[in-house]
């Protein structure tokens, strides 16, 4: 997320500390420039990154972005990737950045980049699950554990089977199947243990503008260092669409 901490390595591969320099797509608002501090913290080859984020831009202006930092173990290697969400004014670019190592030694690495554009008149939905912890106690000052955003706009959806059962734990028939579909082209989990509870913030306001435009309706533009704040209530329950967002 913009706001990953540094990692505690910055001599490893792929977290050159190189100052940013200015990209002519997104170097004229502070909204825009905080994009270059973001890929900068993140330190997952920032410069490679913001280039082929300016690449993908073809010289539109940012409007809000999405910064997501992810490492995972296996086994004995350590194994990063950067997701990095750009929303320009008709278009939402998506670049994803991972790395491979080619020998034992370290000494051979490859980085492997897509980017994809998609019309922001051509997004379907957008997902924003929260979670809170003890719920029973909650407050309006309590901050959210996690989120999760999922953006859908090919159509595509996932499908989860498994085997149907009828409750009866002594029961061997066979009910087939059943299951649940999700329609999703990207998902991105964000912890406010894991990222920061700052990086929840960013994942809220990047939901928040990508809703105004795709519905084009004006969404406050927050500056580096602003906070969400949140919305005055007409009721509890008043003027809620009923619907299930569980998977």
């Not at 992810?70 to 969400?85: G, N, Q, W, Y």
């Not at 998506?94 to 080619?102: A, K, Y």
């Not at 009828?166 to 329609?183: F, R």
């Not at 960013?202 to 435009?213: E, T």
């Amino acid at each position: 997320m913009s706001s990953q901490p540094s990692p505690s390595t910055p001599s490893t591969p792929g977290n050159d500390n190189q100052a940013p320099r200015p990209h002519s797509s997104h170097s004229h608002t502070p909204q825009a420039l905080s994009l270059d501090d973001a890929l900068q913290k993140a330190g997952f080859y920032p410069l490679l990154v913001a280039d082929v984020v300016d690449d993908a831009l073809d010289g539109r202006e940012c409007v809000a972005h999405l910064v997501h930092l992810e490492t995972h173990f296996d086994r004995a290697e350590v194994r990063r990737h950067i997701t990095v969400l750009v929303l320009t004014s008709d278009m939402l670019v998506i670049t994803h950045v991972d790395d491979q190592q080619l020998d034992e030694a370290g000494e051979q690495i490859v980085a492997q980049i897509s980017t994809e554009s998609v019309p922001v008149a051509q997004i379907r939905s957008v997902v924003l699950s929260y979670m809170y912890s003890q719920p029973q106690n909650y407050k309006p000052s309590d901050p959210v554990r996690e989120v999760t955003l999922a953006i859908a706009w090919s159509g595509g959806q996932r499908l989860d089977m498994g085997p149907a059962s009828c409750g009866d734990p002594q029961c061997e028939a066979d009910h087939g199947y059943s299951g649940t579909i999700a329609q999703e082209d990207i998902v991105l989990r964000i912890s406010a243990e894991a990222d920061g509870s700052q990086a929840v913030q960013d994942a809220k306001l990047f939901a928040r503008a990508l809703r105004a435009v795709n519905t084009g309706s004006t969404a406050p533009l927050l500056h580096a260092g602003q906070t969400l704040q949140p919305r005055p209530r007409t009721g509890v329950f008043g003027n809620r669409l009923s619907r299930g967002h569980q998977r």
